[in-house]
């Protein structure tokens, strides 16, 4: 069956600007996550969401960062005012449950550039 | 702080050689622990994972890990690794009360003919 899908896969915008990354998780997965993975990092987790709520947003670096869930399926990362630090792949993944034991599968990412 | 610690940046071996990645995170009490592995271009994949039980663990292509509580210690093991293994391995720690991933900062496995 299909995977995680991320579009775009690369995006370029001007510091300042608004950007929004999606995220389509794996059909029936109720729990979505959002993670940044900067250049020679591992990622590092920003949101979690389980259905339609935030579950978990406590890795949101600042107010510019939002997510939004409102079906329960699709996800979209927004970012407001972006800066040139905020370059970087962003991860989705997607399991089953929230459950620690669930497996996390992730998407291929999205590389965002800020000029 | 929970944390994941991957000692070794880069780690260069022959093909056909052993090869062991090591990983040690922070103490707690349940934890689930994980190794990702990420070829190049493409998304991360999962290698293998311990959530209770058997201490050795095997995974996908021939990798094994091993969980050591009182190392708090998680390595990952090849006997004999193949060119295709180049690649960035992460190792993550997942705390049974929360619900995000803590990744290391992860170890390129590159392979020598």
């Known amino acids: 069956g299909a995977g995680v899908s991320q579009t775009p896969s690369n995006k370029v915008t001007e510091k300042g600007k608004y950007v929004e990354l999606r995220c389509d998780p794996i059909s029936g997965h109720t729990a979505l996550y959002w993670y940044r993975q900067s250049l020679g990092q591992g990622p590092e987790f920003l949101i979690y969401f389980q259905g339609t709520g935030a579950a978990d947003d406590s890795g949101l670096p600042n107010d510019r960062f939002f997510a939004v869930r409102p079906e329960g399926s699709v996800s979209t990362l927004k970012i407001q005012r972006t800066e040139r630090g905020d370059s970087a792949v962003y991860l989705c993944a997607s399991s089953s449950g929230g459950a620690g034991q669930d497996t996390q599968y992730f998407g291929p990412g999205t590389r965002l550039t800020v000029l | 702080a929970q944390s994941v610690t991957q000692l070794d940046s880069q780690v260069p071996v022959f093909e056909e050689a052993p090869v062991e990645l090591r990983c040690n995170y922070s103490?707690?009490?349940?934890?689930?622990l994980f190794w990702y592995v990420q070829y190049p271009n493409q998304g991360l994949q999962l290698l293998l994972k311990?959530?209770?039980?058997?201490?050795l663990v095997k995974g996908i292509n021939g990798f094994e890990a091993e969980f050591n509580k009182s190392q708090t210690s998680f390595h990952l093991r090849k006997p004999s690794v193949h060119i295709s293994d180049t690649a960035e391995y992460f190792c993550a720690v997942r705390y049974s009360s929360a619900s995000k991933i803590i990744f290391g900062s992860g170890t390129r496995l590159s392979i020598r003919p």
């Open positions: 103490s707690s009490v349940s934890v689930y």
């Open positions: 311990y959530l209770s039980g058997s201490t």
